[in-house]
């Protein structure tokens, strides 16, 4: 019988770990007259989405977490940031992490901002920041612009800007309080220029209470019920907002992941799609095949993995949506729900499929090699 | 042995190596506790905690009102926050797991760890 593998014989690609851009940080890089504006936030230092920039009073109350209720003591360090990039792959590496994909903190929020032009220089105020400080492809990191939902055509610029930097691989796609969802049209500037550059984009919400379609959870008594479907119903909102309106179609060769949800939606969004869609293709003719083919051809992250009493279920679930060549993996580092490569590791996917979900399905879907080296930068590589 | 009973005073907690063990030895009101510093949800490092505290509880008895409970007796691992009562090893997340105590000997003011 052949040796089980360990970890250490994947190549392990983390499609979501979080960098931690302090407002400090941000004012070498960001227009005026906006670096007043950070200049004065910087004044009074908070952490881990608590930055007053980002938040909108009455619905995203920072200063207590996700919680509007009582703050109990705990010894769960659920504020973890990650401040270098010296320190961040030291921290990967103790989790058996090879490849860092770089998510911002306090940016998770961007699509709360009320001022695009405010937003739009934040945006880039981040990538210029990120790209310089960040993205050190030789030891593994590399980054995801932010998109800036509420100025398509400046996004567009960035991708276009940072098109051949070799330490950007993706477009970050803000999902908590985006408006409209990224199906809409006013996003296809984006989505062509992603194209273009041969970014992925990838999805990613946060847990905050907006009156915006899914946010408006003001109704749970908890945080706990909030975060139970802050990431989850915004990512199954936005897949079928992007499906229903012909994304696929429009940007075919277009890589699109979904990411901090877990994998448990997919299957029921999927079968739910294709049964809405037998009554209701003449609404969406633009769409050439049944959603589940759609849904099939996009990514998904697996953090926060589910964790059922029986781990073969996990095998059984992902194969409900042929997620052996669509699932990679995420930590979430250095998050307070991170997951561990071992979580995965320990389900009864074969070696080959868990090479696929830890490392070689993300590197096609960044079109990178094991060495961090972007495909379609490389001298003499084949075209995708 | 793991050292001397002064070394352990009332409302500490630290981490000890006996072996290639990694174990929480924690001072509940008076009383020494030991547990694996290992929690069997992710491996996380469950008893290098920063603080020792209470927990929340809601019984039928009393109408389901938030009662304050287990005083200075409760960690969440620092990974996930999953609780544990430190006095017993029961898990307050998931009910049907404890984890294993170890046995402390105090003896003329020397505490060791019986296995």
Not at chain 1, 84 to 109: Q, W
Not at chain 1, 151 to 169: L, M, R, S, W
């Amino acid at each position: 019988m052949a040796k089980r593998a360990t970890l250490d014989d994947f190549v392990v690609v983390d499609c979501d770990v979080h960098v931690h851009e302090m407002p400090s940080d941000l004012i070498p890089y960001i227009d005026m007259p906006w670096r007043v504006s950070l200049e004065t936030i910087a004044a009074n230092a908070a952490k881990y989405l608590e930055i007053g920039y980002l938040d909108v009073p009455a619905f995203s109350p920072g200063a207590s977490g996700s919680s509007f209720g009582p703050v109990w003591p705990s010894s769960h360090e659920a504020a973890r940031v990650v401040l270098t990039p010296e320190a961040m792959r030291a921290e990967l590496d103790t989790i058996n992490v090879d490849i860092g994909i770089l998510f911002p903190d306090s940016m998770l929020k961007l699509a709360t901002i009320t001022d695009e032009e405010y937003a739009a220089a934040l945006a880039r105020a981040y990538n210029a920041w990120l790209v310089e400080t960040w993205c050190r492809p030789e030891q593994g990191l590399v980054g995801c612009l932010v998109a800036s939902p509420q100025a398509p055509e400046d996004t567009a610029a960035q991708i276009e800007k940072y098109a051949k930097h070799p330490g950007v691989v993706g477009v970050y796609l803000p999902g908590a309080a985006v408006d409209p969802l990224w199906g809409d049209r006013k996003y296809d500037p984006i989505f062509k220029a992603a194209e273009a550059a041969d970014f992925a984009v990838l999805l990613h919400s946060v847990g905050i209470v907006h009156p915006t379609y899914p946010f408006n959870t003001h109704g749970f008594t908890s945080g706990f019920a909030r975060h139970t479907t802050s990431h989850t119903l915004s990512m199954m909102a936005n897949l079928v907002d992007m499906v229903s309106t012909g994304v696929p179609e429009r940007f075919p060769n277009l890589r699109i992941c979904f990411t901090e949800a877990g994998v448990a939606w997919v299957p029921f969004v999927m079968m739910r799609m294709d049964r809405a869609y037998r009554e209701g293709r003449a609404e969406v003719s633009y769409l050439t095949k049944p959603p589940s083919e759609y849904i099939k051809s996009f990514f998904y992250a697996t953090q926060p993995i589910e964790e059922p009493q029986t781990l073969a279920d996990m095998v059984r679930l992902v194969n409900l949506y042929d997620g052996e060549n669509q699932t990679v993996f995420a930590s979430d580092w250095p998050h307070h729900d991170f997951d561990h490569p071992n979580k995965i590791h320990q389900m009864p996917f074969s070696d080959e499929a868990k090479r696929k979900i830890f490392g070689t399905n993300a590197l096609r879907m960044f079109n990178m090699d094991e060495h961090c080296r972007r495909l379609s930068l490389s001298q003499g590589a084949a075209a995708r | 042995m793991i050292g001397k009973l002064e070394e352990f005073p009332e409302g500490s907690h630290r981490v000890v190596t006996v072996g290639r063990r990694r174990i929480g030895v924690f001072n509940v009101k008076g009383s020494l506790h030991a547990l694996p510093n290992l929690c069997p949800h992710q491996t996380g490092p469950l008893c290098e905690v920063k603080k020792v505290t209470g927990t929340t509880q809601a019984r039928a008895e009393n109408d389901w009102a938030i009662e304050w409970a287990f005083d200075q007796e409760i960690i969440a691992c620092p990974w996930h926050g999953i609780e544990y009562h430190v006095p017993t090893g029961r898990c307050l997340t998931f009910p049907e797991i404890s984890i294993r105590s170890y046995e402390v000997a105090v003896d003329d003011g020397v505490v060791s760890l019986e296995f």
